[in-house]
């Protein structure tokens, strides 16, 4: 304690090297390594950005750096890992506290106390810092972050955007050498992402501390950073500097279903041995690729949806939690039957109220809300389970049993007690999400991404009438992304209609036909999707990012006429005109590399 007490009253830490030589880890009660013969070395003062599949090791990897792994957790260890000049397992945490600052993807998991004031200057407190060292660093760090006017707020009232500035605050706080964030953005809306991507270029901009970043999606990461580095399956594949990897391994990388961000993976399927990898949109040369602008028009949504009748009306539907308040007002729209409608809008803007409504969690105080012609005001929770599923956005608040294959075979059951192969179809539908090899496995021991698979593999059993889908895709690399785009078509081609609650409006103009905006509880957008995304540049107000899938495209509309609606980057590249495109120096050209990996799999009976 006194040897971290005298280091954090110090004027500036000092950043230190990472290194991990040979190191594998097994979790207890586990018969695979989740981290195999890692050998990477981060110089001080580096930032590297690590990406990976879901549950390929880049959380264990980083939480062997204060050594949570495995002094907590338990587990076998081979190989070493040093920071600076220390064994992390051979130390107090309270040690490697005072030297690896880490902020993990749920600022909530990490918030411990009452104020944002108290939050920051939690850790420094333990560690006995000086009173006055502590003020210097809570004004220091409260304006690096953007919060010197939100010290005595309660962190209970702070945005999502706003509570990971906090935790990146109390990391700051302790002074730390390292710098370790585990995709600090994935559980954040746009407004928030923006917040929080701008206090860490600040942080890079001035401090000097070793960062290291997990993040599924790079694409305003990868410019600031000095090395990429690729996990799979528990080892490092690919490191070296963006472009170095981009150049050499972007193919593979996507094969392996790693998202690229838009620009490098245009890069990749466009074939252009001349030029260097794209890593943003801004380097990319539209009229040397796709020739001059054109004066057709880009986009044409024109034209109404094919749906049959409603399978859910929503009439003049208003909802609060205490009276005289209003969380939603007249809300009106029809879902039809296979539809996939997109619910869009700010944190706050009353898309999970509404959601609680459609599953008798909340009933509607004014208007009605029907399935067929049932108003759901009369039907009991039990009734409109059999209509109505949710997927809930945090999965762990839905499951019930402490087995992933029990947690499958629970729905079977109910739809089917009688059913003599319960067993071989929970396993059928685990391995239709890639979860077979979890099957024994309490849920909770599973990473974000798998949790959430499960969740919806759960529910997807139940084939309700309408599906309600809460960030869907959180936490989940492209394959796995690619793979749940997959189910919820097939789920909509079956009749399903489905409510796609999302910030990921990249995701949104793959499969949502239309979408529907909500702010402070109205509706302020109702459409088709390629409308919506032609409008965003004039409606800030709705803290809705335009996708760079989105932005590629529009640049090509604009040069190649007749340009079909496709945000896919490999889809693009192919219809680059060939004339524009270069043969590369050796290889033969793919168009697209990315892989589904259940889309040959036949949906479960």
Not at 140 to 147: R, S
Not at 228 to 237: F, P
Not at 364 to 385: F, N, T
Request: hydrophobic share 40%; aromatic share 6%.
């Amino acid at each position: 304690m006194v040897e971290a007490n005298r280091s954090m009253t110090s004027p500036r830490p000092t950043a230190l090297s990472v290194c991990w030589e040979r190191f594998s880890f097994t979790y207890p009660d586990t018969a695979a390594p989740v981290l195999r013969d890692i050998d990477l070395k981060i110089e001080p003062g580096e930032q590297v950005l690590l990406m990976g599949s879901s549950g390929c090791g880049k959380s264990t990897l980083g939480l062997t750096l204060n050594g949570i792994v495995p002094r907590i957790t338990g587990g076998s260890v081979s190989g070493l890992v040093r920071v600076g000049e220390r064994e992390p397992g051979r130390f107090p945490l309270s040690t490697m506290a005072a030297l690896i600052g880490f902020v993990f993807q749920d600022p909530d998991s990490q918030l411990c106390t009452i104020t944002t004031r108290d939050e920051i200057t939690f850790g420094p407190q333990n560690l006995l810092v000086a009173r006055e060292e502590i003020a210097r660093r809570l004004r220091e760090v409260a304006e690096l972050v953007g919060l010197s006017d939100r010290l005595h707020d309660s962190v209970f009232d702070l945005s999502g955007g706003q509570k990971q500035r906090v935790a990146i605050a109390a990391a700051l706080a302790m002074q730390p050498s390292v710098l370790v964030m585990d995709e600090p953005t994935a559980n954040l809306d746009p407004a928030g992402r923006t917040e929080v991507l701008r206090v860490m270029k600040e942080i890079s901009a001035r401090t000097s501390m070793t960062t290291i970043i997990a993040e599924h999606h790079p694409a305003e990461l990868l410019t600031n950073a000095d090395r990429l580095a690729i996990m799979q399956a528990g080892t490092v594949i690919h490191h070296g500097s963006p472009r170095k990897v981009i150049a050499s391994a972007g193919k593979a990388i996507r094969t392996a279903g790693i998202r690229l961000p838009a620009a490098a993976a245009f890069w990749t399927d466009l074939n252009r041995a001349d030029l260097p990898p794209f890593l943003s949109l801004s380097e990319i040369d539209f009229d040397d690729i796709a020739g001059p602008v054109v004066t057709s028009s880009p986009l044409d949504p024109s034209g109404s949806s094919n749906c049959p009748s409603p399978v859910l009306r929503l009439n003049q539907v208003g909802f609060g939690y205490r009276p005289g308040t209003s969380i939603l007002r007249d809300i009106s729209f029809d879902l039809h039957k296979g539809e996939i409608l997109a619910l869009l809008g700010a944190n706050g803007s009353g898309k999970s109220t509404l959601a609680s409504l459609l599953v008798g969690l909340n009933r509607p105080q004014r208007g009605q809300i029907l399935i067929g012609d049932k108003d759901i005001a009369r039907l009991s929770i039990r009734e409109l389970s059999q209509y109505v599923g949710y997927v809930f956005q945090y999965p762990e608040h839905q499951f019930i049993t402490d087995n992933v294959l029990e947690e499958v075979a629970v729905s079977i059951r109910r739809l089917n007690p009688n059913a003599k192969d319960i067993v071989q179809r929970a396993i059928a539908q685990l391995d239709r999400f890639d979860l077979a090899q979890f099957a024994d496995c309490h849920p909770l021991k599973l990473s974000q991404g798998q949790k959430r698979r499960l969740s919806i593999a759960a529910m997807a059993v139940y084939r309700p009438k309408i599906l309600v889908l809460d960030e869907p895709t959180f936490g989940q690399d492209q394959a796995h992304t690619d793979q749940l785009e997959w189910v919820i078509r097939e789920l909509s081609q079956e009749g399903i209609g489905v409510v796609l609650i999302t910030h990921d409006l990249s995701l949104t103009a793959q499969l949502a036909s239309r979408s529907l905006v909500l702010e402070d509880g109205h509706i302020v957008f109702d459409d088709q999707t390629p409308r919506l995304l032609e409008t965003l540049h004039a409606a800030p107000r709705w803290q809705l990012e335009t996708p760079d899938e989105y932005k590629l495209w529009r640049a090509l509309a604009t040069r190649i006429p007749d340009l079909p609606f496709e945000v896919e980057p490999g889809k693009l590249a192919e219809l680059v005109p060939a004339s524009n495109r270069r043969a590369p120096t050796r290889g033969t050209a793919n168009a697209s590399a990315r892989t589904d990996l259940i889309r040959e799999q036949p949906p479960i009976k």
